[in-house]
């Protein structure tokens, strides 16, 4: 059983449908490259002699473009860096973190992680895109969807302050979710 011998970095990625674990197994000295996607082989190369370079794949249900960057630092040392549609990771997280809003609940024992699209108005849930109702009501909009027996409801109202825009509440029975941090 080789497998993950050669373990070198491991990436995990927020995105609409999930977070999702990226791992890399790089052989330096058979050249074997090797990427996981949640656990899912998705590239395999043997006996590569040039031990630096790219890797590019797809990750999640939207195939999200994803590269891992090998670099040498020296010696027989080498740097793993992840990008996501070309920004290195945190930047890409940071990005995303303005143009998505995630809430993380528990709905009758079951845990469910909602994302707003903020720029579609897409709403996913579990990995699922939902199906949803929009409308326009006296200060905003809402967009009413359905988990398991739960009616909800994602309300969008202007803060009234331009820097800060419109502001993205889940209500799930009459009671409002925090957002949460990824």
Same mark, same amino acid.
């Given at each position: 059983?080789?497998?993950?011998?050669?373990?070198?970095?491991?990436?995990? +990625?927020?995105?609409?449908?999930?977070?999702?674990?990226?791992? @890399?197994?790089?052989g330096t000295t058979s050249g074997k490259r090797v990427v996981y996607v949640d656990g899912k082989e998705e590239i395999r190369?043997? /006996?590569? @002699?040039?031990? +630096?370079?790219?890797?590019?794949?797809?990750?999640? &249900?939207?195939?999200? $473009?994803?590269? !891992?960057?090998? #670099? &040498?630092?020296?010696? @027989?040392?080498?740097?793993?860096?992840?990008?996501?549609?070309?920004?290195?990771?945190?930047?890409?997280? %940071?990005?995303?973190?303005?143009?998505?809003?995630? /809430?993380?609940?528990?709905?009758?024992?079951? #845990?469910?992680?909602?994302?707003?699209? $903020?720029?579609?108005? #897409?709403?996913?849930?579990?990995?699922?895109?939902?199906?949803? &109702?929009? *409308?326009?009501?006296? #200060?905003?909009?809402?967009?009413? @969807?359905? +988990?398991?027996n739960y009616s909800c409801c994602i309300k969008a109202v202007s803060s009234g302050k331009r820097k800060e825009g419109i502001?993205?509440?889940?209500?799930?029975?009459?009671? %409002? !979710?925090?957002?949460?941090? *990824?």
């Open positions: 059983l080789e497998k993950m011998t050669d373990l070198v970095a491991v990436w995990e +990625v927020a995105l609409s449908d999930g977070v999702h674990k990226i791992e @890399f197994e790089h190369k043997e /006996w590569m @002699f040039k031990l +630096v370079g790219k890797e590019t794949f797809t990750v999640g &249900a939207a195939k999200t $473009k994803a590269t !891992i960057n090998i #670099d &040498a630092v020296g010696g @027989f040392a080498y740097e793993y860096t992840l990008e996501i549609n070309g920004k290195s990771l945190k930047k890409y997280m %940071e990005s995303r973190s303005k143009t998505t809003n995630t /809430w993380i609940l528990s709905l009758g024992g079951k #845990d469910y992680r909602v994302v707003l699209e $903020k720029d579609t108005m #897409d709403v996913w849930c579990n990995g699922q895109k939902m199906e949803t &109702a929009g *409308e326009f009501v006296e #200060d905003g909009t809402e967009t009413h @969807f359905t +988990v398991g502001i993205h509440t889940l209500i799930v029975d009459n009671r %409002e !979710i925090p957002e949460a941090v *990824e």
